[in-house]
Each structure stands twice: as structure tokens, then as C-alpha cells.
Nanobody
Framework: QVQLVESGGGLVQPGGSLRLSCAASGTSISFAPMGWYRQAPGKERELVATITRTSNTNYADSVKGRFTVSRDNAKNTVYLQMNSLKPEDTAVYYC?????????WGQGTQVTVSS
């Protein structure tokens, strides 16, 4: 059974940094594209970043230059380094993995950017 567990969220001041982790179990991430999404209160879930199995990356315009997605296949984990955080980055952050044509999601981790 594929499971994804996000961690690393929390409360941070504007301009601060956080690193989110997404640990997979029940499958190997080595050959799978993965992504980070976020959902703010009252808004739809939106793409933040994706990373292919060959580590090609793609970012939403709103986070380009501030966020970096990476993967460690040996640890079966994907990361999202978030720098220069803004209040509008406040949301629940989710990771996903595409396996055998099915998209699996984690439970999410809350990120709050506030002074």
C-alpha cells in the first residue's frame, strides 16, 4: 500500500525558511514523478512544484526563485525547500506520486507564514 507522509510544516515569520519532507512507503519513488501542491482556506488546491524521475523540475510562477524541489531516491523522500516565505504562502502542503496510472496523496502539512 502506497503511503506518503509530509512533515516539516509550522509557523514561520515572513522572509523565513522551511523545508518540507515527503517520505514514501509501500513503493519506490525512484522511477516516479512527484509533486507538491498546496491549498489555502477557501481556495482550490494548486500546483507548487513537480519533479520527474530524472529530476527535471517545474514551478508555479508564484514560487519560482524561492522554492526548490529535490528528491533523494535512496531515502525514498522528496523535499521542498521554501525560502523568502510570504504570508500568501500560508496553506496546507501536499505531496503526490504517480504510480501505475494512479495519483497517491499524503495527508498534508500546515505552513503558516505570519508575524
Amino acid at each position: 500500500q502506497v503511503q506518503l507522509v509530509e512533515s516539516g510544516g509550522g509557523l514561520v515569520q515572513p522572509g523565513g525558511s522551511l523545508r518540507l519532507s515527503c517520505a514514501a512507503s509501500g513503493t519506490s519513488i525512484s522511477f516516479a514523478p512527484m509533486g507538491w501542491y498546496r491549498q489555502a482556506p477557501g481556495k482550490e488546491r494548486e500546483l507548487v512544484a513537480t519533479i520527474t524521475r530524472t529530476s527535471n523540475t517545474n514551478y508555479a510562477d508564484s514560487v519560482k526563485g524561492r522554492f526548490t524541489v529535490s528528491r533523494d531516491n535512496a531515502k525514498n523522500t522528496v523535499y521542498l525547500q521554501m525560502n523568502s516565505l510570504k504570508p500568501e504562502d500560508t496553506a496546507v502542503y501536499y505531496c503526490n506520486i504517480l504510480q501505475n496510472g494512479y495519483l497517491f496523496w499524503g495527508q498534508g502539512t500546515q505552513v503558516t507564514v505570519s508575524s
